[in-house]
């Protein structure tokens, strides 16, 4: 089941400036900093209520944001759900004919098991699940 609008990625170009403007944005300090190397980002976390806005900027060329901001300018990336067995809403989603982006659950930012679906199978938008560890 998913419960929660867990975060919305927003890709940006230089991590500090849009952690100043966020900060400003949003009236409060990031409470979290991470570099997930499994996916070639550096994240800042701001807690908004009960979901979240997760900064991403690639580290690499090869990492997805940054491949996605040589054709797209800043802007929300993705949304992730949270969800209590990810890998029964993996299996339910296969189901239903949306294509998920890795096989098994991997590791993201901020103590979770995530996996993505494919935009193309979900209207557009990137879809990020996401289990507490
Ligand atoms: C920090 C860890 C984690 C967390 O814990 O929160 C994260 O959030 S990591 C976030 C970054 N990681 C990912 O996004 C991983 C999943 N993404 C991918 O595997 C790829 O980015 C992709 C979605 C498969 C796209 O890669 P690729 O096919 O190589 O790129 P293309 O440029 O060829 O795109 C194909 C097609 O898809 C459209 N697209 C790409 N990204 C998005 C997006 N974020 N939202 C909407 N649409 C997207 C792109 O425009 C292309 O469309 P067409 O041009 O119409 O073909
Ligand atoms: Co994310």
Request: aromatic letters at 6%; proline letters at 4%.
């Amino acid at each position: 089941m998913l419960t929660n609008l867990e975060h919305i990625g927003v890709a940006v170009q230089d991590l500090e400036a849009a952690t100043e403007l966020y900060t400003v944005l949003l009236g409060q300090e990031p409470y979290k900093r991470e570099h997930v190397a499994s996916e070639a980002v550096d994240t800042v976390f701001f807690q908004v209520g009960g979901s979240k806005v997760e900064l991403l900027a690639g580290t690499s060329p090869d990492s997805a944001i940054s491949k996605y901001l040589t054709k797209k300018p800043e802007g929300i990336h993705h949304m992730a759900f949270e969800v209590s067995d990810i890998r029964a809403e993996m299996a339910r989603l296969r189901e239903a004919g949306f294509v998920l982006l890795n096989e098994e659950p991997k590791r993201g930012a901020d103590n979770k098991l995530v996996c993505f679906v494919h935009p193309k199978s979900a209207n557009g938008v990137l879809v990020e699940l996401c289990q507490s560890i």
